[in-house]
């Protein structure tokens, strides 16, 4: 959530404008007080009125407009804001940003900013490519400024290419990360994440309903507050995050040699993942065919118990720990938390409604090496990683 935050929109003259709309409905929604400040050639694109509307806000488009509270405006405006978004920002306005010009209301209240800005460019691609704006751009990263880069797609202009303006909903996450306090900078956290998929044959796998929800969200929030990131994911539907080392895995051996090539340089390790006990003993180049056998059975082996080989192995890791159970929750989870040398671990019961691992909820119960333990009820798996993070964090100072 983004509660009681201000944040100053500016809006520069480019089709996406119409996606600014979006952006400010959303950041509503997130809690955010929203103020906007557009250009001349915004307003071309599309009304004040729509802002106005949305944000619950009177929108600034002139600098010399009737005051509306006896403040200097643009003055004012700029030590209200938390954080200045520009979203279109046009070539042109980002020009001006980096050379101090303050001709309009938007340029002068960025001129008078002391606040963190962030920079959505949105342009044709020959414009996003051109020289000027690259240097412009390298210039004002170099000051800190954050940049929400473009992507690449088909353009209003109809060409194909860099410059089309982030989305709106990817843009929320940034501005939470502008946000976040960097708690965990300097901290190598390797998270891994969803089930594992062992083949059969060339069409046939065993694997398990994780959806990696828990562990993403994990992974999204270390990177928010400042971590550096590898995450180890078993195949799953979710796209993978931004400012991430992602590393796809299928089978567990492969989860396997990849948490131990980065085991030793990380500080905090978290193992949410869902990998597969058992692989199939003998995989089938050809796929096994119906007609052959009237029934048939599948050998499994023991795959590799991950978690418990770098409990053993840990030097100064935090290790964090799952358990999905259905039955004996605390028994289980007791015994997972000795025997595999984790710092805490993350017990649920999957046949509790929502507590399963399919949803975006969870309900657990934290059993700590310290002898404590403690009753979570059902929340979001991203407030849930909050409460994992926070306990890591404490864990690490103690
Ligand atoms: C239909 C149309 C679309 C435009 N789209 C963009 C755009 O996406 N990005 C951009 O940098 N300029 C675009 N321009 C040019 C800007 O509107 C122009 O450079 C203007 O001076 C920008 O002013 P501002 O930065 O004060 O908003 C567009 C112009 C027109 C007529």
């Known amino acids: 959530m983004l509660t009681g935050k201000r944040i100053l929109l500016g809006v520069t003259g480019g089709i996406a404008c119409y996606k600014s709309v979006d952006l400010v409905s959303r950041l509503k929604k997130q809690g955010a007080e929203v103020k906007v400040v557009m250009t001349d050639a915004a307003c071309e ?95 004002l990263k170099e000051e800190g400024v954050h940049f929400f880069d473009p992507c690449d797609g088909l353009l209003a202009c109809g060409d194909v290419g860099a410059g089309k303006m982030m989305e709106p909903v990817d843009m929320v996450e940034r501005i939470r990360y502008v946000f976040t306090e960097k708690t965990l900078a300097g901290k190598k956290v390797v998270i891994t994440a969803g089930p594992t998929l062992e083949r059969i044959d060339p069409v046939r796998f065993v694997s398990n309903h994780s959806s990696g929800k828990m562990g993403y969200s994990i992974a999204e929030l270390a990177r928010n507050r400042g971590a550096d990131v590898t995450l180890i994911s078993g195949p799953t539907k979710l796209e993978a995050p931004w400012g991430m080392k992602v590393i796809p895995v299928e089978s567990t051996l492969e989860m396997f040699a990849t948490v131990e090539k980065e085991f030793d340089s990380a500080d905090i390790l978290v193992k949410s993942a869902a990998p597969s006990d058992f692989r199939p003993a003998h995989y089938t180049d050809e796929k096994i065919k119906k007609k052959e056998k009237d029934s048939l059975t599948i050998e499994l082996t023991p795959n590799p118990d991950i978690a418990k080989h770098f409990g053993k192995l840990k030097k100064n890791q935090f290790i964090v720990g799952f358990a999905a159970e259905s039955h004996m929750l605390e028994e289980h989870a007791q015994r997972k938390l000795k025997e595999k040398g984790f710092d805490f671990i993350v017990a649920n019961n999957i046949t509790q409604e929502g507590a399963g691992f399919k949803g975006d909820t969870n309900i657990v119960k934290i059993f700590h090496k310290e002898g404590w333990q403690k009753d979570y009820p059902m929340m979001a798996k991203t407030e849930l990683a909050k409460v994992i993070l926070d306990l890591v964090e404490e864990g690490l100072k103690s």
Not at 111 to 136: G, V
């Open 45 to 139: 694109f599309v009304s004040p009125i729509t802002f106005q509307t949305l944000s619950g806000n009177v929108v600034h488009t002139k600098m010399f407009d009737q005051l509306f509270n006896m403040d200097v405006e643009h003055i004012s405006l700029a030590k209200w804001a938390d954080l200045i978004v520009v979203a279109p920002a046009t070539a042109n306005t980002i020009a001006k940003i980096r050379y101090g010009i303050a001709d309009n209301m938007l340029t002068t209240v960025l001129q008078a900013r002391r606040c963190p800005l962030a920079i959505a460019p949105a342009m044709n691609t020959a414009m996003y490519e051109s020289k000027q704006t690259q240097e412009n751009m390298k210039a």
